[in-house]
């Protein structure tokens, strides 16, 4: 059964930076993409960031283009997000996602997520 945890989410100042980690378990991680997807309050869940299990050539939504960077560690199960130069329209539950096979930024092509862990930015 594969498993998801997000963590690291909370409150920060518009300009800050904060960073989300994702932990996997149940998978064979190295056959996975992972991602990172939002939703905010009253709006579509949207894609953030995708990497390969390479991971070489992550993809970017371009709202977070130069702020945001997605990474992982293959050894520890994890994927990550480095949150930059944050705005409050970056105010969202953050979810984790896997899927095998290549990237899409299709939300609704990555079969599994997890619990989400919410993001506030103040102005």
């Known amino acids: 059964q594969v498993q998801l945890a997000e963590s690291g989410g909370g409150l920060v100042q518009a300009g800050g930076s904060l960073r989300l980690s994702c932990s996997a378990s149940?998978?064979?991680?190295?056959?996975?993409?992972m991602a990172w997807l939002r939703q905010a309050p009253g709006k579509e869940r949207e894609f953030v960031a995708a990497?390969?299990?390479?991971?070489?050539?992550?993809v970017y939504a371009d709202s977070v283009k130069g702020r945001f960077t997605i990474s992982r560690d293959n050894a520890k199960k994890t994927v990550y997000l480095q949150m930059g130069s944050v705005k409050p329209e970056d105010t969202a539950v953050y979810y984790c996602?896997?899927?095998?096979?290549?990237?899409?930024?299709?939300?609704?092509?990555?079969?599994?997520g997890g619990q989400g862990t919410q993001v506030t930015v103040s102005s």
């Open positions: 996602a896997a899927k095998s096979a290549a990237i899409t930024t299709d939300v609704g092509r990555w079969p599994y």
């Open positions: 149940g998978l064979t991680f190295t056959n996975y993409a």
């Open positions: 990497i390969p299990w390479t991971g070489t050539s992550p």
